[in-house]
């Protein structure tokens, strides 16, 4: 707190030079005394003097004691401790800004090098509970989705973590619906608190703010009976505004993470414009099981068992990854999906996750070129030994995650599915097997030549089965 004292204020040339002025015009005997009674100026005297307060604001520094003619001079002493108190807390006030405003850019600096949230809560908690008196602080984020508090940071005792607060209860609770900061000295008293593991008395609780809303609070608190500050109140106000813009950009950069990830996985999957589609939710898909009209490809290498047993190992796998590789930008370039790997054999689906207008031409189109790829790899003994045969079929299948919830495939279920894999099973080398439903759609935009019907393993009913002609 500023303060004035009186016999500082008298040691000063030019305070001391107009008082001895002062008294030697009055011709009359003055005394100053502090208010001990500690004479500061003149020469004690066995004079009837009067006694004239010297004030500061409301409170009484010192007396003067003389004549009449002394009231006048005190008026002026205390004219000039006024003025050197606002002085004084003008200086004091700028000092304090500087420091507050060095202070925030300093943490400033601090957060901007900070993107991951939890370190952003410490980060800023620590800062408070240095600069504020406490014992106790913590940082909470509302989530959206359960209108709950969820903890992210925290120091000293803390509440149950397994007792969620929910919006609207307790002081953070109804802090987030008047968005004010608030200063309770007297938190017992307080009708809005709820009691936990954590005995306090004073608390200071302020809102995380963005531009689209409140997303949390910020409190510090004391185990005893401590009267916190408008300063204090000011100054966590500010921290919390600095911590809100800082969360806000780890949540995005947490977020812009998830995406990447997920978007790095996807696209082993299906193809970028794909991924962009689903990313974006620009496109009608799923991951749910449901019914869905797609059309399947089965691919396989003819005799890869027999292959295999001419080269090493690591070789083969060498070969089957350049192979896949080609397959995978073949299959992804007309709008498909990989379903999965089994040893040498893919398969892909078109129409899902995303919905294909030409499932079964894009189908088509990617088994015509997969053939002629495979006589382009730059590997001799891939290009002569690498054969395929494809089987296409089209229909309503269940398409969506399937397994357990340890573990999931996106993957399609149905009849459809089989008779692929059936005509991929009695394609020959370099040759394409369609069914009728394929057929049917496709006829006037590809040649064909129509093999018959074919009894298939596991089906009751003969397949009409037509080869595509390239």
């Not at 009055?26 to 500061?40: A, H, S």
């Not at 990617?366 to 891939?382: F, L, N």
């Not at 894999?421 to 006037?444: D, F, M, P, W």
Request: hydrophobic share 40%; aromatic share 6%.
């Amino acid at each position: 707190m500023v303060t004035i004292s009186l016999k500082k204020l008298l040691n000063k040339k030019d305070v001391l030079s107009l008082l001895k002025e002062m008294s030697s015009a009055m011709e009359t005997p003055i005394l100053i005394q502090d208010t001990q009674g500690r004479l500061l100026f003149g020469e004690a005297t066995q004079a009837e003097l009067e006694n004239y307060p010297v004030k500061l604001a409301n409170d009484i520094i010192g007396w003067i004691r003389g004549s009449e003619k002394a009231s006048s001079l005190a008026s002026l002493l205390s004219y000039i401790a006024n003025k050197e108190l606002q002085e004084k807390m003008l200086a004091r006030e700028t000092l304090d800004k500087y420091k507050e405003i060095n202070l925030l850019y300093n943490i400033s600096g601090r957060l901007t090098a900070c993107l991951d949230l939890k370190q952003v809560a410490n980060l800023i908690i620590d800062e408070a509970t240095r600069l504020i008196k406490a014992t106790s602080g913590s940082l909470m984020l509302l989530n959206s989705d359960t209108s709950e508090f969820e903890l992210i940071a925290a120091i000293g005792q803390e509440y149950d973590p397994k007792a969620p607060l929910a919006l609207g209860k307790g002081i953070a609770g109804h802090l987030i619906l008047t968005g004010k900061a608030e200063i309770i000295n007297n938190v017992q008293s307080d009708i809005r608190f709820i009691e936990g593991y954590n005995q306090i008395y004073s608390l200071i609780c302020a809102p995380l703010k963005t531009k689209d809303g409140i997303i949390g609070v910020i409190n510090i608190s004391h185990q005893e009976p401590i009267n916190y500050t408008a300063g204090d109140l000011k100054l966590l106000t500010a921290l919390a505004s600095q911590a809100a813009s800082a969360i806000e950009n780890a949540i995005l950069h947490e977020q812009k993470l998830k995406e990447e990830r997920i978007k790095s996985n996807l696209e082993r999957y299906v193809s970028a414009k794909v991924v962009e589609a689903i990313l974006e939710e620009k496109d009608d898909f799923s991951f749910e099981p449901a019914k869905r009209d797609i059309a399947i490809l089965f691919s396989d290498i003819r005799n890869f068992t027999t292959k295999c047993e001419e080269l090493p190992p690591e070789l083969i796998v060498e070969y089957l990854n350049e192979y896949f590789t080609h397959m995978v930008d073949v299959i992804f370039s007309h709008g498909g999906t990989v379903n999965k790997f089994v040893g040498d054999m893919i398969v892909a689906m078109f129409g899902a996750p995303s919905r294909l207008v030409y499932s079964e031409q894009g189908a088509i189109k990617t088994a015509i070129e997969m053939q002629k790829r495979i006589k382009k790899i730059p590997v001799h003994w891939i290009r002569q030994n690498f054969i395929t045969g494809i089987g296409i079929s089209s229909g309503e299948v269940i398409v969506g995650n399937v397994g357990s919830p340890q573990h999931m495939d996106y993957t399609a279920i149905g009849d459809k599915v089989n008779i692929a894999s059936r005509l991929q099973s009695i394609a020959k080398g370099e040759q394409i097997l369609v069914c009728r439903s394929v057929y049917e759609v496709t006829h006037n935009l590809f040649k064909f030549k129509e093999v018959g019907t074919v009894q298939v393993k596991g089906k009751k009913k003969p397949v009409d089965v037509f080869e595509v002609i390239y």
